[in-house]
């Protein structure tokens, strides 16, 4: 309901993200993209997949916090984008 005589807005805090709960580590070059895979592994977790400023895309496992597929998809140049298909496919750019 309206009430004329009563001002909306938006309310603007401060406000801390929270810790991390794990930190994957293996990129040598700064992580430019990151998207979830549209497949889980054989015992249903998400698998995450990060490209970075070298150009290298990791497959990573959610459930034991490794990298399970590395490769140098664009060599030297940064992978901006990640677009994952059905099948096991990846798009990068």
């Known amino acids: 309901s309206r009430n004329p005589g009563r001002r909306h807005g938006v309310c603007v805090s401060h406000m ?4 991390p709960t794990t930190v994957l580590r293996g990129h040598r070059s700064e992580v430019t993209s990151v998207r979830f895979a549209p497949w889980a592994d054989a015992r249903g977790q998400p698998t995450l997949l990060s ?6 895309l990791r497959a990573w496992s959610l459930r034991t916090h490794r990298s399970v597929v590395t490769l140098a998809a664009h060599s030297g140049k940064a992978l901006i984008g990640i677009h994952a298909l059905g099948g096991g496919r990846i798009i990068t750019q």
């Open 16 to 19: 801390q993200a929270p810790p």
């Open 51 to 56: 490209g970075s400023g070298d150009g290298e």
